[in-house]
């Protein structure tokens, strides 16, 4: 099963709104990141945050990693036509060298 | 500064045949994966390679796949007598260091292989 699951698969906002994807995960991580993927092309890292950092910002990006709840949010402010995109959480899991990526949240941003 | 270079970017295969896919890392980078993601889903992880060695194979199906990352030259992974369930897009990433616990643990992507089975 998945490490990381996405919630919601798919999200519709306007533009200028601000967007909230979750990311839930099942095991012990060392990080977790935030990957974009615009359609038909590769991942662009976003940010990421380690395992004992509980927020983290880089321009209209915030991301929240809450270990107890195994769960991740990240947060687009002052959403942009050009934020349409899908997005995925990736967790290094503790003793893997490996990131696994989960099913990914599809976000549309409506002009 | 070229990034992950990935080809054929599109390649088009009768079952039966075979596919190889051409990964060439950013320049220093000696770590490689490569990931399958299915049309609207995750990527999923198939194989960790570093130069001449396969550290971490265990999403790489046993039979008609391989991957190598030669000492020259680029990472190749074959898939032997391709099925239409190997339509895919294949996606390579490279990272500097051991696994992806670097000071900004991020992989690097290539735009991908889209693999088409007839």
């Known amino acids: 099963s998945q490490q990381g699951e996405e919630d919601p698969q798919a999200l519709s906002i306007q533009e200028g709104e601000n967007a909230t994807m979750n990311c839930s995960y099942k095991?012990?991580?060392?990080?977790l990141q935030w990957y974009r993927q615009n359609s038909g092309r590769g991942l662009v890292h976003l940010i990421l945050?380690?395992?004992?950092?509980r927020e983290k910002h880089s321009g209209r990006l915030r991301v929240t990693l809450d270990t107890s709840k195994k769960s991740s949010s990240l947060l687009i402010t002052a959403s942009r036509a050009a934020d349409t995109a899908s997005y995925f959480c990736?967790?290094?899991?503790?003793?893997?060298?490996?990131?696994?990526f989960g099913q990914g949240t599809r976000l549309t941003i409506n002009p | 500064n070229a990034g992950v270079m990935q080809n054929p970017r599109h390649l088009v295969r009768r079952r039966g045949q075979e596919a190889r896919l051409r990964c060439s890392p950013v320049?220093?980078?000696?770590?490689v994966y490569w990931y399958r993601q299915l049309p609207e889903e995750g990527l999923k992880f198939m194989v960790y390679?570093?130069?001449?060695?396969?550290?971490?194979e265990s999403g790489m199906p046993k039979e008609r796949f391989s991957a190598e990352f030669p000492k020259e030259g680029p990472s190749i992974l074959r898939i032997q007598q391709v099925v239409r369930g190997d339509s895919a897009a294949y996606f390579c990433?490279?990272?500097?260091?051991?696994?992806?616990?670097?000071?900004?643990?991020?992989?690097?992507f290539g735009e991908g292989s889209r693999l088409t089975v007839l």
């Open positions: 945050i380690r395992s004992n950092e």
């Open positions: 990433a490279s990272s500097p260091f051991r696994g992806a616990q670097t000071v900004t643990g991020e992989l690097f």
């Open positions: 095991t012990s991580i060392n990080n």
């Open positions: 390679l570093q130069k001449e060695n396969i550290i971490d």
């Open positions: 320049k220093g980078h000696s770590h």
């Open positions: 990736a967790t290094l899991i503790q003793g893997a060298q490996k990131l696994v």
